[in-house]
């Protein structure tokens, strides 16, 4: 691409690759970013997203003519890119008085939007990183279409942040946050599960808003259900992916994956909880949110997993309630510097957390073919 080309590209969404997205006129205007959203998106607790790193010699072995059919089909159709171009602000997008909006509503939506936005940032790395570092011409187109995807995700996100006068500063981010190292097994379970609840999450909150739009404060909303739709593509091929090599879903694997299930899970009923003034905004209760998503993100989980957690359980849902009551409590001891009620509130936690993973889960037969559409 040449220079005068290069400025044609002013959104990242309508730029057709990752690194256009990344040069566009709204990427580059995030750089001029408040300190805060940046630090807070530079957080590493067990609460908030993280950037990852792997084995990517070892991803770029993979072959993937096992699965070649719904390989190529799933691929055909990320190239169509039906999604080109959406994801910037149009007629349907509402000017916000953030300046009039609850102070709490404010902040806590502010740190979904961060969090939101650096979780597709931290996609988008661990992609852009893949396909930058593969051979495999299968792998590294997969992984170019998907950073394509996560950076306009990100993109627009910034854009919504930048009216509230905050943006994250993604470059930044990229060279200074921390990255945790997966194995490609662990990278397969945690990434495919975060990009179908991911879906669910959007999904559950699109069509509870197309029922409820009194509820819909932002216009971002709007755009969840193609953004949604890209997430739901996105895991399908992380599913595949699993699909190549039966040992990643097999004996020891089966726990971990239930490990990963749970740990995601939890960690999304304890997150949600801690934004009860932007749940009431959208009029939605986080336990019957919690619980619609965890059913969706289940179902869906079939096409791969040989199990699937026991949602149904008594122990379930006690157990999260005694988790989320833990981690305030934490939080809570850390601000004020105590100790042993800090250490008191962790062992609670540990324990919680326990009791939900030890719940008999529930086996699966995988089917044959993989492929799900969204259907929710
Ligand atoms: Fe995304
Ligand atoms: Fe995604």
């Not at 993109?155 to 190292?181: C, M, P, Q, S, W």
């Amino acid at each position: 691409m040449n220079k005068v080309e290069q400025a044609a590209v002013a959104h990242s969404a309508d730029a057709g690759n990752v690194e256009d997205a990344l040069d566009a006129g709204n990427y580059r205007q995030a750089v001029i970013d408040s300190e805060s959203a940046t630090a807070v998106a530079m957080q590493n607790t067990l609460l908030t997203p993280r950037f990852y790193t792997t084995d990517f010699d070892a991803l770029d072995a993979i072959d993937v003519s096992p699965v070649r059919e719904e390989w190529d089909r799933l691929i055909a159709r990320m190239k169509s890119d039906p999604n080109k171009g959406h994801f910037k602000k149009n007629a349907d997008w509402e000017q916000i008085d953030w300046d009039g909006m609850d102070p709490k509503l404010r902040a806590e939506f502010t740190d979904f939007l961060i969090s939101s936005c650096t979780a597709e940032f931290s996609g988008c790395v661990l992609y852009k990183e893949m396909k930058r570092r593969g051979k495999n011409e299968d792998i590294t187109t997969l992984f170019q279409l998907m950073a394509r995807d996560e950076a306009r995700h990100a993109g627009f996100i910034n854009d919504a942040l930048r009216e509230a006068g905050i943006a994250v500063n993604l470059t930044f981010l990229t060279e200074k946050k921390k990255y945790t190292f997966f194995q490609p097994k662990f990278i397969f379970y945690a990434t495919y599960l975060s990009e179908k609840i991911g879906y669910a999450r959007y999904i559950t909150i699109f069509r509870h808003l197309q029922k409820n739009p009194q509820h819909r404060f932002h216009p971002i909303f709007k755009w969840f259900e193609e953004w949604c739709n890209d997430e739901f593509g996105h895991g399908e091929a992380f599913a595949l992916l699993m699909k190549t090599d039966p040992r990643l879903t097999r004996g020891i694997n089966a726990l971990w994956i239930k490990f990963f299930l749970t740990a995601v899970y939890s960690t999304m009923f304890v997150r949600d909880h801690q934004r009860p003034a932007f749940h009431q905004a959208l009029g939605i209760d986080p336990d019957w949110f919690a619980q619609s998503v965890f059913t969706k993100t289940s179902e869906i989980s079939r096409q791969v997993f040989p199990l699937t957690l026991d949602i149904d359980h008594p122990r379930w849902k006690k157990n999260l309630k005694a988790l989320q009551r833990a981690n305030v409590d934490l939080a809570e001891a850390r601000k004020n510097g105590r100790l042993i009620k800090r250490l008191f509130a962790s062992a609670r936690a540990g324990l919680a957390f326990v009791a939900l993973l030890t719940i008999p889960s529930i086996r699966n037969k995988v089917p044959e073919r993989t492929r799900l559409e969204p259907v929710y």
